[in-house]
C-alpha cells in the first residue's frame, strides 16, 4: 500500500513538474504592453524614433523572441504600434506600444501607473 501511494504522488508530482515548465516561458497577459489597457508608451516625433524604441523595448524585456515589424492601429484619437513576437518554445503574442509625438497629448484618465 505504501508502494502504490508513493508511486502515485511521484507520478503526481512529475506530471505538475511538466505542466510547470511549460508554464514559466508564457509571458504574464497582464505585464506591459500586453493589451491595450496596458499598451507601452512611447513619445517619438517620427517613424524612425518609434522602430528604434521598439526594438530596444523588446530586446529588454524579451530578448530570444522573434519579432515581425510593428504596424500601427488608429482607435480613436489614440495611435498604436502593434508587433508580433514568437519564440520556438512558447506561443506567439501580440505586444500593444502607445505613440504619442510629445509630452503635451493628453493621456485621459491612464496618467498614474501608465507603463512605459
Same mark, same amino acid.
Given at each position: 500500500?505504501?508502494?502504490?501511494? !508513493?508511486?502515485?504522488?511521484l507520478v503526481m #508530482? #512529475?506530471?505538475? =513538474?511538466? #505542466?510547470?515548465? =511549460?508554464?514559466? @516561458?508564457?509571458? &504574464?497577459p497582464? +505585464?506591459?504592453?500586453?493589451?491595450?489597457?496596458?499598451?507601452?508608451? +512611447?513619445?517619438?516625433? &517620427?517613424?524612425?524614433?518609434?522602430?528604434?524604441?521598439?526594438?530596444?523595448? +523588446? %530586446?529588454?524585456?524579451?530578448?530570444?523572441w522573434? =519579432?515581425?515589424p510593428?504596424?500601427?492601429?488608429?482607435?480613436?484619437?489614440?495611435?498604436? =504600434?502593434?508587433?508580433?513576437?514568437r519564440?520556438?518554445?512558447?506561443?506567439?503574442?501580440?505586444?500593444?506600444? %502607445?505613440?504619442?509625438? !510629445?509630452?503635451?497629448? @493628453?493621456?485621459?484618465?491612464?496618467?498614474?501607473?501608465?507603463?512605459?
Amino acid at each position: 500500500m505504501k508502494t502504490i501511494r !508513493s508511486t502515485f504522488i511521484l507520478v503526481m #508530482l #512529475l506530471g505538475a =513538474a511538466g #505542466l510547470a515548465s =511549460a508554464q514559466v @516561458n508564457m509571458p &504574464n497577459p497582464q +505585464l506591459p504592453g500586453g493589451s491595450m489597457e496596458t499598451a507601452v508608451r +512611447l513619445i517619438a516625433s &517620427n517613424d524612425l524614433m518609434v522602430d528604434r524604441q521598439i526594438k530596444r523595448w +523588446l %530586446r529588454t524585456h524579451y530578448p530570444d523572441w522573434d =519579432a515581425d515589424p510593428h504596424e500601427y492601429m488608429q482607435f480613436g484619437d489614440e495611435r498604436y =504600434a502593434v508587433v508580433y513576437i514568437r519564440s520556438s518554445n512558447s506561443p506567439g503574442r501580440r505586444v500593444y506600444f %502607445r505613440v504619442k509625438s !510629445s509630452m503635451a497629448e @493628453n493621456d485621459d484618465d491612464r496618467g498614474i501607473g501608465f507603463p512605459q
